[in-house]
């Protein structure tokens, strides 16, 4: 079958960095999406991700390694807003978009 | 800025109702999908459409249909509420590409249904 793990829950502190894990089992591979969901509101898109390596956008990075199976969303020097949870989500082999159940981050000051 | 409208953000409706649940974008995408969101869980996709009156079957499409009538406008219909539908509802919107599901989504702020 196929399978996107991510951690259910994280706690950061205010200005610190922490990482986000993927992990995914499918049935080929496209593209893999970040989104940002805070409590109560829409998810909105970071990221996609379909070469191997590390992208960066301000705060937020997110790397890819396809022959791992593996992505992470790292965010650096935390802010209280980035308290919401972050969706992985994966392209397949047939186009078919897989969702991972989110990790909700906490962050504390 | 780009919009994605649900009608509504709460909806108690009770056991046995028809249910029509409303989303409206105004960002003249191709690309309109109906997700269900429930904890621990994954998006589920319900149904799908890439064009005016086009529409697809999701992974969960049991118990629903779908109607677009207008290329902003896509509805998601609960033929006969049952409990096991309460959930948060999220509609979403993307401009169209290789296929249905490679381009970034906008999403609403959801419905949450319950029904009693």
């Known amino acids: 079958g196929q399978n996107i793990d991510q951690p259910t829950e994280m706690t950061a502190t205010e200005g610190a960095i922490v990482q986000i894990n993927c992990t995914y089992q499918?049935?080929?591979?496209?593209?893999l999406f970040w989104y940002q969901q805070h409590a109560g509101e829409a998810p909105t898109f970071l990221s996609y991700?379909?070469l191997d390596g590390l992208e960066e956008k301000g705060r937020f990075s997110s790397f890819l390694s396809r022959s791992k199976g593996y992505s992470y969303l790292l965010l650096k020097e935390l802010q209280m807003k980035d308290s919401a949870s972050y969706l992985c989500a994966v392209l397949d082999s047939n186009y078919q978009l897989i969702w991972g159940a989110g990790t909700k981050l906490i962050i504390k000051p | 800025d780009v919009k994605v409208t649900q009608s509504s953000r709460y909806l108690v409706k009770r056991t046995g109702e028809k249910v029509f649940l409303e989303c409206v974008q105004d960002?003249?995408?191709?690309?309109m999908f109906w997700y269900r969101q429930d904890p621990g869980l994954g998006l589920r996709l319900i149904y799908f459409?890439?064009?005016?009156?086009?529409?697809e079957k999701g992974d969960i499409p049991e118990g629903y249909s779908v109607s677009r009538e207008k290329k902003e406008r896509f509805s998601l219909i609960l033929e006969s509420a049952s409990t096991n539908q309460t959930s948060m509802y999220l509609c979403?919107?993307?401009?169209?590409?290789?296929?249905?599901?490679?381009?970034?989504?906008?999403f609403g702020d959801g419905t949450r249904l319950s029904i009693l």
């Open positions: 960002m003249d995408h191709e690309n």
């Open positions: 499918t049935s080929g591979f496209n593209g």
């Open positions: 991700n379909v």
């Open positions: 979403a919107s993307s401009k169209p590409g290789q296929s249905h599901f490679n381009q970034p989504q906008h």
């Open positions: 459409s890439y064009d005016v009156k086009m529409k």
